[in-house]
């Protein structure tokens, strides 16, 4: 059974940095693309950021480039996402998901764990 546990969310204040972790497993973690998404309270999915399944690509969207990073480590089964410079407009529950690499629906995602951005 695949499962993806995410953990680090918070509420932080506009400026502010958090890092969210993803615990993987049920399936070969390092042979799959990864990718994190959000959903802001009445909005749709929205593709965040994805690496490869070897860590050497990554893409994000426009709205968090040169804010966020992602990141993995195949031997923890683990993906991850800093987060810094964070906006109000960032407030949403964060899923990870697997997903091909330069695809922005996942197959998979976790349960999600919510970020708020306010003062």
């Known amino acids: 059974e695949v499962r993806l546990v995410e953990s680090g969310g918070g509420l932080v204040q506009p400026g502010g940095s958090l890092r969210l972790s993803c615990a993987a497993s049920?399936?070969?973690?390092?042979?799959?693309?990864m990718m994190w998404v959000r959903q802001a309270p009445g909005k749709g999915l929205e593709f965040i950021s994805g690496?490869?399944?070897?860590?050497?690509?990554?893409r994000y969207a426009d709205s968090v480039k040169g804010r966020f990073t992602i990141s993995r480590d195949n031997a923890k089964n683990t993906l991850y996402l800093q987060m810094t410079n964070l906006k109000p407009e960032d407030t949403a529950v964060y899923f990870c998901?697997?997903?091909?690499?330069?695809?922005?629906?996942?197959?998979?995602r976790g349960q999600g764990t919510q970020v708020t951005v306010s003062s």
């Open positions: 049920g399936f070969t973690f390092s042979a799959n693309g």
């Open positions: 690496i490869n399944n070897i860590g050497r690509s990554t």
């Open positions: 998901a697997r997903g091909p690499y330069g695809t922005v629906v996942p197959v998979t």
